[in-house]
């Protein structure tokens, strides 16, 4: 049972250039999350699924997109990278949010720089 | 959404319980308190969570105030491993989202 893992753990990007990170998790999880966080800041979400084939836009989602073709699976694309989007990328997951009370479970992050 | 106000940073000594505060005034009846821990850059550890009773299980104790309006997160007795981030979220709206603020830089010593 890995949890939920994050592909990959580090990445550099010249500005302009694209690049997906990937979230899998195993736990069966209906939700699943993506966040960013900057030095010092607490974590601001970027987009979340509530299920297979739907997404949706959290806090910060622009110059990102997400898709979510398999539950398991929560892809985070970057079209253009730009210098403001150098942070750490967490993924979540979580069941179904009518068990309001359950707990969320976090990857170990990827953490992104641009130049 | 509920937000959460705590204190920026706390010192605890090793072997000592660490109290941290947590505020929530306008937090829903049916909205939970969820703690959070980030130990350096990792990913966030889920620790408790709570609705109105307090709630202890083998990592801290939840003690959430009768009008709801506050909690407070003990580790009964902290050690240098526990010295992270600590959020105080209240989990709310239909996807269940958990949003964080900065929490509470808890620093453990010697």
């Known amino acids: 049972n890995a949890g939920v893992t994050q592909t990959p753990k580090f990445r550099v990007l010249k500005t302009g250039q694209s690049m997906t990170l990937l979230c899998a998790q195993d736990?069966?999880?209906?939700?699943m999350y993506w966040y960013r966080q900057d030095p010092g800041m607490g974590l601001r979400l970027i987009h979340y699924s509530v299920g297979e084939g739907t997404t949706a836009k959290g806090e910060v989602p622009d110059g990102y997109n997400v898709s979510r073709l398999k539950k398991q699976n929560f892809l985070l694309g970057l079209e253009s990278a730009a210098p403001s989007q150098t942070s750490v990328y967490f993924c979540?997951?979580?069941?179904?949010?009518?068990?309001?009370?359950?707990?969320?479970?976090f990857g170990q992050g990827t953490r992104l720089t641009v130049v | 959404d509920a937000k959460t106000t705590q204190p920026p940073s706390m010192d605890c000594a090793e072997g000592r319980a660490a109290n941290l505060p947590c505020n929530h005034s306008t937090i829903s009846g049916n909205e939970y308190v969820y703690w959070y821990r980030q130990i350096h850059s990792q990913g966030p550890q889920y620790i408790i969570h709570g609705l109105k009773n307090n709630e202890t299980n083998e990592m801290a104790s939840l003690i959430i105030t009768e009008d709801r309006k506050s909690s407070t997160l003990i580790l009964p007795h902290a050690t240098l491993r526990d010295t992270a981030v600590y959020y105080c979220?209240?989990?709310?709206?239909?996807?269940?989202?958990?949003?964080f603020g900065t929490g509470t830089r808890l620093q453990v010593t010697l």
């Open positions: 979220i209240v989990r709310t709206g239909t996807a269940s989202k958990l949003t």
């Open positions: 979540a997951s979580s069941y179904s949010p009518g068990l309001r009370n359950t707990e969320a479970f």
């Open positions: 736990m069966n999880h209906e939700y």
